[in-house]
C-alpha cells in the first residue's frame, strides 16, 4: 500500500499583523473571563487614587460591566491614549519597570478589553470644568460626570464568538468577579467598595481597617479562629491573620496571600505557608490566612505574567525561609501568651449540649463543690495533692498553688464527662478539653524538645530491670535489624531474642509507663514504610508523634482535680498545645453568652 507524501502548505509573505488583531490576541492572555475585565478596571481605579469604587454587573459580567470611581480622573487629550496598546502612565523607564509600585503598568488591559468588548470611558480629571467620553470609535464627546471616572464595558467577546463558548454559566462567572472585587477588597481596606448583580446589591463595604474588613468578608468564624502576625527582618515584613488548623478548609478558598498589596498565587509562598502547619495540620486540609509581604519593589519581580497573579523573587530562598519561621513562632506560640480574654482566638468550633445527666459528671476524690464556689478556690482546695508526678507517665508536671489570679486562659478544672473530657471555667466561660488529644500535644513536643536538646543524639532512656518480650513478624524482626541505628537515635534498644521474638531492653525515660508492646509494634510499622535514610531527617516527627499518641494519657483514665488542672497548666505552656498530633482540636471554648444564648437567658 503506497502512501502519498504529505503536501507542504504554500508558504506566505512575512507580513505585519493588523493592530486589531494584535490587540484580540493579547486579550486572550488578559480578558479570560469577565473577571478578568474587572480585576484590570478595579486595579486602574485604585491606581488613580479612588477612594470609593461602585461596580455593576449584569449577565456574570457578559452583558456589562460598569465601574464607577472617584479617583484623579483622565484629561480628555489624554483619552485616546487611554484605550491604545502600550500607552501608560505607570512606567517609563527600565528602572520604573524594576521598581513597579502600582497595580497596573502594561498599558495593554484597556486596548485588549476595547478589541474584544463595546467600551465607553468618561471621565474628568480634578482640574478639568467638564467630563468627557470616547468609546471604540475614538470619537470624544462630552459627558455629565461630576468627577472621577466610569468605564462601561458591554457585550464582552460580541466579536469573537469562539471565545464566549468557553465562559460558564452566569452564577458561575459571577461568583468569579465576586472573589476578584474580594480580594482587591482585603488588599485595600481604606477603600470603600459595592457590588451590584442584575440590579440586586451584594456587597457594600464601607473604608475601614483591615481587621473590620477581613471580618466583613471571611465573617466571625474566620475572626476568631485566627492568630495577627506581625514579623519584620531587613526589609522583608509579614503582617495579617492566620486560622489555626482547627478552621482548616477541604480546599484553598481562604488563601489570601498578597506581595506589596498585590494578590499573588505564588508557589514558593503557598509552600512556606504550608511548611509552617505541616505540624499541625492533616494533610488533606489547606490552611486559611490573610497575609501581607511587603519588601523592596526591586526584591520582586511582578512583569512574570500577563494576568500579574505570578511573582519573582531576586533572593527567593530568604522570602521562604522568613515567611515560614514567622508564620511557624506565631502558630507554635503557647496558650499562655495569649491571655484568658473573651475573644482569645479558640482551638474549635462553637460546641452545644445535650441533655447530660449529673450521674455522668465525674470528679473522684474531691469533696461536694458549692455551686457558688469560685473556680480557683476549688482549685486551691486540692492544689496540695498536685505536687506529685501523675498519670504514670512522668509527663503531666506539678503545679503551685500561689497563683490567685482568674486569668489562665484555660481556667480550672469542674470536673471530667465519660472520662474523656475535661471541663473547665475561665474568664470566657466553659472550657472543654480532650484530654487524650492534650497530652499527646503535650507529650509529642516534649520529645522534640527533648531530642533537639542533644543535638540529635539518643533522648534520656530508662533500662528496663526485665526486658519486654514479645512475639513478631518476619517483617518486624527485619525491619529492627535493619533500623537499630534509628531507633536507638529515638531511645530504644530492641535485639532478636528468638526467631520470632523481640527484645525491649531500653525506652526513652519520658515513655516509661506507655504501653510499650504497642507502641514498639506502631513504630516498626512505620519504619518500614520509609527508607532508612529518611527516618530521622523527614519522618522524625512522624516517629515521635507515633510515640506520642501511645504514650498519652488514655480515654477513661479517671483524673483527679489536681490532675486535670496539671494538665491545663502544661497545655498552657506548651507549644501548638490547640491541636493535638492528627489535626484535631485540643479544647474548645463555649462563652457566657453562648450559654445564656441556650438557656434564653437575658431573652
Known amino acids: 500500500m503506497s502512501t502519498q507524501p504529505q503536501s507542504t502548505p504554500p508558504s506566505s509573505p512575512i507580513c505585519q499583523l493588523p493592530d486589531l488583531l494584535i490587540s484580540q490576541i493579547a486579550a486572550g492572555e488578559v480578558v479570560e473571563r469577565p473577571a478578568s475585565v474587572l480585576k484590570e478596571l478595579l486595579e486602574n481605579s485604585l491606581d488613580a487614587g479612588a477612594r470609593q469604587i461602585d461596580v455593576e454587573i449584569v449577565a456574570g459580567g457578559v452583558r456589562l460591566i460598569r465601574i464607577t470611581d472617584n479617583g484623579g480622573g483622565i484629561p480628555r487629550d489624554e483619552l485616546p491614549l487611554a484605550l491604545a496598546r502600550h500607552a501608560t502612565s505607570k512606567i517609563a523607564s527600565l528602572d520604573d519597570l524594576e521598581h513597579v509600585g502600582s497595580f497596573g503598568f502594561r498599558g495593554e488591559a484597556l486596548a485588549s478589553i476595547t ?21 471604540n470609535t475614538l470619537t470624544i464627546t462630552p459627558a455629565a460626570l461630576a468627577g472621577g471616572t466610569t468605564i462601561e464595558v458591554a457585550d464582552l467577546y460580541f466579536n469573537t464568538p469562539a471565545r464566549r463558548k468557553f465562559l460558564k454559566t452566569e452564577a458561575t462567572e459571577f461568583a468569579h468577579c465576586d472573589e476578584v472585587l474580594r ?18 446589591l451584594k456587597l457594600h463595604l464601607a473604608p475601614a481597617d483591615l481587621s473590620r474588613r477581613v471580618k466583613e468578608l471571611l465573617g466571625d468564624d474566620f475572626v476568631s479562629a485566627t492568630r495577627p502576625i506581625e514579623a519584620a527582618a531587613g526589609d522583608l515584613r509579614l503582617s495579617g491573620f492566620a486560622a489555626l488548623p482547627a478552621y482548616s478548609r477541604a480546599g484553598r478558598d481562604e488563601q489570601y496571600f498578597f506581595v506589596n498589596g498585590r494578590f499573588v498565587r505564588d508557589k514558593l509562598l503557598s509552600h512556606a505557608a504550608r511548611q509552617a502547619y505541616d505540624d499541625i495540620l492533616h494533610g488533606s486540609r489547606h490552611p486559611a490566612y490573610v497575609l501581607f509581604l511587603e519588601l523592596d ?53 462553637t460546641s452545644t449540649f445535650a441533655n447530660t445527666p449529673a450521674t455522668h ?47 489562665t486562659p484555660l481556667g480550672y478544672a469542674l470536673g471530667q464527662l465519660h472520662g474523656i473530657y475535661i471541663l473547665a471555667q475561665n474568664a470566657a466561660g466553659l472550657v472543654l478539653v480532650d484530654m487524650h488529644a492534650a497530652h499527646e500535644r503535650i507529650l509529642y513536643e516534649r520529645l522534640k524538645q527533648t531530642l533537639a536538646g542533644t543535638s540529635g543524639e539518643s533522648p534520656p532512656v530508662q533500662t528496663l530491670l526485665i526486658p519486654a518480650l514479645f512475639s513478631a513478624s518476619a517483617r518486624e524482626m527485619a525491619t529492627a535489624e535493619e533500623h537499630a541505628t534509628a531507633l536507638a537515635v529515638l531511645g530504644f534498644a530492641v535485639a532478636a531474642a528468638g526467631p520470632q521474638q ?8 519520658l515513655l516509661a509507663g506507655a504501653p510499650l508492646v504497642d507502641l514498639l509494634r506502631a513504630l516498626l510499622t512505620d519504619l518500614h514504610d520509609f527508607p532508612a535514610s529518611q527516618v530521622i531527617e523527614t519522618r522524625r516527627n512522624e516517629l515521635l508523634a507515633t510515640m506520642a499518641c501511645h504514650g498519652a494519657v488514655r480515654a477513661h483514665r479517671i483524673l483527679t482535680l489536681p490532675e486535670m488542672n496539671a494538665l491545663l497548666r502544661q497545655m498552657e505552656a506548651t507549644e501548638r498545645a490547640y491541636q493535638c498530633n492528627h489535626g484535631r482540636p485540643t479544647w474548645t471554648q463555649l462563652s457566657l453568652v453562648e450559654l445564656d444564648r441556650l438557656f434564653m437567658r437575658g431573652s
Open 361 to 407: 459528671w465525674q470528679a473522684p476524690q474531691q469533696r461536694p463543690l458549692g455551686v457558688s464556689q469560685s473556680s480557683p478556690s476549688v482549685y486551691f482546695d486540692f492544689v496540695a495533692a498536685s505536687r506529685t508526678e501523675i498519670c504514670g507517665t512522668d509527663t503531666i508536671a506539678s503545679i503551685d498553688g500561689n497563683d490567685s489570679r482568674n486569668d
Open 115 to 135: 478589541a474584544v468588548a463595546r467600551v465607553t470611558l468618561s471621565s474628568r480629571a480634578r482640574s478639568a470644568k467638564q467630563a468627557w467620553s470616547i468609546g
Open 297 to 349: 519593589p526591586y526584591g520582586v519581580d511582578v512583569n512574570v505574567h500577563p494576568a500579574k497573579t505570578e511573582v519573582r523573587f531576586r533572593e527567593s530562598r530568604g522570602v521562604h525561609q522568613f515567611v515560614f519561621h514567622a508564620l511557624q513562632r506565631t502558630l507554635a506560640a503557647p496558650l499562655m501568651q495569649l491571655g484568658a480574654t473573651s475573644d482569645m482566638p479558640l482551638s474549635g468550633a
Open 502 to 509: 523481640l527484645s525491649l531492653r531500653s525506652v526513652p525515660a
Open 183 to 200: 480580594r482587591m477588597a482585603l488588599a485595600r481596606p481604606e477603600v470603600g467598595f459595592t457590588l451590584s448583580h442584575n440590579g440586586s
